[in-house]
């Protein structure tokens, strides 16, 4: 069974960076397309970015393009989302998930398998 735990959340000051980490296990991750996902306190969740099963494409929600990066390792099973330049409204519980195709989606349902999640909080 496909596990995913994320790390790498915390308190930042607006503009800090963090480096949020998704460790996969229970298969071979080379098999997925993995996405990231957050959730603020009375919202729906959004996609932020996504990459897909070989690292050949990676795709962003317009508000992070320039600011988060995505990045895989499969030989480590990871997957790891640089942000930067981190803005108040970044905050949100953020999630890792996989989906098992080739192809990357922005839609929740599309993804099977889901992390706990990692707490972001940008204040100063």
């Known amino acids: 069974q496909l596990q995913l735990v994320e790390s790498g959340g915390g308190l930042v000051q607006p503009g800090g960076s963090l480096r949020l980490s998704c460790a996969v296990s229970?298969?071979?991750?080379?098999?997925?397309?993995i996405g990231w996902f957050r959730q603020a306190p009375g919202k729906e969740r959004e996609g932020v970015s996504c990459i897909n099963r070989y690292s050949g494409s990676t795709y962003y929600a317009d508000s992070m393009k320039g600011r988060f990066t995505i990045s895989r390792d499969n030989a480590k099973t990871m997957v790891y989302l640089q942000m930067n330049s981190l803005k108040p409204e970044d905050t949100a519980i953020y999630y890792c998930?996989?989906?098992?195709?080739?192809?990357?989606?922005?839609?929740?349902?599309?993804?099977?398998?889901w992390g706990q999640g990692t707490q972001v909080t940008v204040s100063s």
């Open positions: 998930a996989a989906r098992s195709s080739y192809y990357c989606s922005n839609y929740a349902g599309d993804f099977g398998s």
């Open positions: 229970g298969a071979t991750l080379d098999y997925y397309a």
